[in-house]
Every structure is written in C-alpha cells, then in structure tokens.
C-alpha cells in the first residue's frame, strides 16, 4: 500500500510539474554503501527529484525555457541505520547568457556533511512555517540558495526573499542533531554559505553578480568589449570585500564557480586589461593563481 501510494504521489506531482522554477537533475550515489536493500536509493531519488523539481518555490510562473538548470549529486557513504544516512552533497547551477548557446555557472558547492532520515516510499513534505525533517531541510536550503543566485544575476539584489527563506531554514534546524547547520561546527558549512550572503560586509560581491552576469556577460554577444570591460569593473567589488574580510567563504563561493570562466573571458583580452584583471585576481584568489597566469600569455 506504501508503495502505490507513493507511486501516486509522483504522478500527481508529474502532473502538476507546468510551472516550477527547477529543472534539476538528481543523482543519488551509493556504492559505498555494501550489502543493503538497493532499492531504497533508487526510490529516494525518485522522491528528491519530484519534490525538488514539482514543488513551485516562488510566487511567479515559470515557461519551461525559462526553468534554472542544475544538478544535485547525493554521494551516500555510510548507512547509520535503516532509515538514516550520511554523505556529500555537489549542487551545481547555471543560467543561460543572453543571445547566446552558453550556460554560465552560478555555483558549484560540494557540501560534505550531509546526515539524513529517509524511509523507502517516504513521501517528503515541507512547510515553511514549521521545522523541516532532516533531508527536506537540505534540499529546501539548496532550492532557495539556487533560486537566490539566479535572481541576484539578473536585479541588484533580487535574490533576497529567497535567501531570507534559506537563512529561517538554518535558525530551524539549529536544535537538529545533524552536522551543517551551526556556526561553530565549520566555516564554510551551510550557516556560513547564508551569513556571509546576507552579511552587509558582503554586500559588494552580491553587486558584483548582478553586474557580472547583467552587465558583463549578457552584453558580450552583441558589445563584446564593452561587456567584458564591465567584468572587469566588477573584480573591483570583489577587491571591495575582501579588503574588509579577507579569506571569505562567499568568495571561496564565487570563484569555484567562476576562476575556469574568467580565465577564457580575459585571455582574449587587451593587454592592459588583461594585466588588470590578473592583478586583482592574483591578490584576491590566490588558490587559483596557476589558473589566472594564463591570462598573460
């Protein structure tokens, strides 16, 4: 009976799926995991994917062409108990640059203290106003923090509601006993991810983002110079914060998804660019310094 409840309750979900904001694709990995029931992996993937991608997690209607691209990749390395597991997370997302066939990368974040409850055929139900169980916290976090991004890449500022929503997600789950969630446990966990987007100190690289994306690169197919010097403009904001705070997560954050991106945007540049460009990358984002010196030649 569980199970052809469950099975109905995808349907509905397929049904209804005309107007969500995700197009995510979900992998749940357990091959570290030996001699257990198989199943329940296949069956929890199947539920992630439908409450992530049918759930509407805004106000607004999304066409399918206008859907955020991303990926979740679920590695399981360890089961606790029947119903409980341990792992990492990979979320990737992208958003489509203007007038052009390229996907420029929002974020790429592997988060590695993922501990959660799941029963087969468990259907994962969440409310905004009341705490979330283990495993619809981490996927709403997630959803929000996606939808946030992709927002602040198109208006100034634009993803806050939804950063806001992922930052009451983390003051909920600060009595859970699963790892991720509290200040003092990590810097770079998901309470740092959401404090540092929503720190004021901060401000500048959410500014960059939308200048980035908005101004940079969505302008590069029909004013390439102009939307490249607009980039380049942009490093400055990043410059901005971390003079304040050097060694940031939110900055760790940008560049894992953007060092690979600037470097091709900037080794087509001018010279004098170029050398700008590199100068303030190599003093901001030292960690990809090997990267950024093939901006020179």
């Known amino acids: ?13 397929a049904l209804n799926a005309n107007s969500q904001e995700l197009r995510c694709n979900i992998q749940v990995v357990s091959q570290q995991i030996q001699g257990t029931n198989k199943q329940v992996f296949r069956t929890m993937q199947t539920a992630i994917y439908e409450f992530v991608n049918t759930r509407s997690w805004t106000d ?7 859907k955020i691209e991303c990926n979740i990749l679920i590695n399981l390395t360890d089961q606790i108990s029947s119903d409980e597991f341990k792992g990492t997370m990979q979320i990737q997302a992208r958003r489509p640059v ?15 203290d993922i501990h ?36 602040d890449s198109f208006a100034l500022e634009g993803g806050t509601p939804y950063f ?18 509290k200040s003092f446990e990590s810097k770079s966990n998901r309470y740092w991810l959401i404090e540092n987007i929503l720190n004021n100190s901060y401000r500048p690289v959410r500014e960059c983002i939308y200048r980035y994306h908005r101004l940079g690169l969505d302008r590069m197919a029909d004013k390439l110079t102009d939307g490249r010097s607009e980039i380049a403009e942009s490093l400055r904001l990043l410059q901005k914060a971390h003079r304040a705070k050097p ?20 080794t087509e540049s001018f010279n004098d660019e170029k050398k700008r460009a590199y100068n303030i990358l190599s003093d901001i984002d030292p960690a990809n310094l090997t990267k950024y010196k093939k901006i020179l030649k």
Not at 2 to 12: A, Y
Not at 136 to 150: E, M, S
Not at 170 to 178: D, P
């Open 164 to 181: 806001t929503r992922a930052e009451s997600i983390v003051n909920k789950m600060q009595n859970a006993k699963y790892p991720g969630w």
């Open 116 to 151: 959660f409850k799941y029963a087969e055929y468990q259907a994962l139900e969440y409310n905004e106003t009341t705490t979330p169980g283990s495993l619809t916290a981490l996927l709403a976090f997630y959803a929000n923090i996606i939808i946030g991004l992709d927002y």
């Open 1 to 13: 009976m569980r199970k052809l409840l469950f099975c109905l309750l995808v349907l509905v979900s």
């Open 247 to 266: 060694g940031s997560f939110i900055l760790q954050i940008f560049f894992d998804a953007k060092a690979d991106e600037l470097v091709k945007i900037f």
């Open 98 to 112: 203007f007038n052009s066939s390229f996907n420029t990368v929002l974020l790429n974040f592997k988060d590695d």
């Open 60 to 66: 607004h209607i999304y066409d399918q062409d206008e």
